[in-house]
């Protein structure tokens, strides 16, 4: 007896390679599906590099797929030949995190489980974005939307925008089109080299920054008040689990003013600050999950500076918010389209993906790897003998 095989990039022992695996098929309430086209984030590189403790063997959670094969009881609007998008993360069932609990998008077919069908999580795509490079930003966009329409409640005349991957990007990108056109956007950037890139990009910030600007201005050696101008500030801090505390306080420190935050980035668990008393930063993030509650819930607190604060977080968005980055990206595709820097297939994504776990190194081929967006081909296994 023969089982069908697909190949996927699988880590295993601190080693990224391509393998075949069994290709599994779909039982009641199942989905199985072909992943189109998959992107690399943060915190698939935080898995890579072994910190983070996620079990999941094949990674990746940003992407689109067509619907191979649908079990029993799968709704009619998700029959094969569907182009969809998976939303990573359950509101309710934290035993799947797509990538990370449960195999993810980087292999040539995934199975979807029902917990995520039924909980609403698949949703189908315009066909030129599921087929499309750009897909690999849907998931991410989302995220910024989702962040941004928080900010917005507070009105903000300048957004702050600390980190320079993808998200960081995205919302600098996204900021006019969903704060509206007056809204002054201010970058800080991880590196020099970083800064260099967005430099010359069409849709760059008003202002870039390094973050050892951000550090002179919290030393009271550059003051920031006239790049960030007067009026509401809005703040996004896209960075890594293990930067966003630091961040956090230097903006704090810096700014010195009223303001509104929220936690892209990650923190770890028993993440606290002396500036903000009484306050658990991962309990921030965590209540509100899969774009659940709506609004979102935040807390509003007086600094030990004296600035009022109002901290939002979210792990995961809603469909919702992946049906607006769709709109959004289909709407001005050139705005987004060059932050997918590297194109690959399979094979040439796990050499990238080894290249970016052996250090911090963004560069691949002479250019800067913003968003990696891998195409999956066909399976071009055998069949496995049982």
């Not at 079990?71 to 009619?76: H, M, S």
């Not at 870039?208 to 509401?232: K, N």
């Not at 600094?303 to 901290?311: P, S």
Request: aromatic share 2%.
């Amino acid at each position: 007896m023969t089982r069908a095989a697909h190949r996927a990039i699988v880590r295993s022992g601190g080693r990224v390679r391509v393998e075949y695996r069994p290709t599994p098929r779909p039982v009641a309430g199942e989905l199985l599906v072909a992943p189109q086209t998959a992107g690399l984030c943060g915190t698939d590189l935080q898995m890579l590099r072994g910190l983070r403790d996620d079990p999941a063997p094949v990674i990746g959670h940003e992407g689109s797929a067509v619907v191979l094969e649908a079990g029993p009881g799968v709704d009619p609007g998700l029959a094969p030949g569907t182009r969809v998008v998976i939303n990573p993360t359950h509101p309710s069932d934290p035993s799947f995190l797509l990538g990370h609990h449960v195999d993810g998008l980087l292999q040539e077919r995934a199975l979807i489980p029902a917990t995520a069908v039924d909980g609403g999580l698949v949703t189908p795509l315009p066909e030129h974005l599921a087929a499309g490079d750009l897909a690999a930003l849907l998931e991410p966009l989302a995220t910024v939307c989702y962040a941004l329409s928080v900010l917005a409640t507070e009105r903000p005349r300048t957004l702050l925008v600390v980190g320079d991957g993808t998200v960081g990007h995205l919302a600098v990108r996204a900021a006019t089109r969903r704060l509206g056109p007056a809204v002054r956007t201010v970058h800080v950037h991880h590196t020099e080299a970083g800064l260099r890139w967005s430099r010359d990009r069409a849709h760059r910030a008003d202002v870039l920054l390094t973050a050892e600007d951000l550090a002179a201005a919290r030393d009271g050696r550059e003051p920031l008040r006239e790049v960030l101008g007067e009026g509401p500030l809005g703040v996004v801090l896209a960075t890594p689990r293990d930067a966003t505390l630091t961040c956090l306080e230097q903006v704090l420190r810096a700014t010195g003013r009223d303001l509104a935050v929220d936690l892209v980035g990650g923190v770890p668990a028993d993440a606290t600050s002396p500036l903000l008393p009484g306050v658990a930063l991962a309990a921030v993030r965590a209540a509100n999950c899969g774009g659940r509650p709506d609004p979102a819930h935040g807390v509003t607190v007086t600094a030990t500076t004296g600035a009022r604060v109002r901290l939002c977080g979210h792990r995961g968005v809603s469909d919702r918010h992946l049906r607006t980055a769709a709109a959004e990206l289909g709407a001005a595709p050139d705005r987004y389209r060059d932050l997918v820097t590297h194109v690959t297939g399979i094979d040439q994504a796990a050499r990238i993906m080894r290249h970016l776990a052996a250090g911090r190194d963004r560069t691949w081929e002479g250019r800067r790897l913003v968003k990696l967006a891998v195409r999956l081909a066909p399976p071009t296994a055998p069949n496995l003998e049982n």
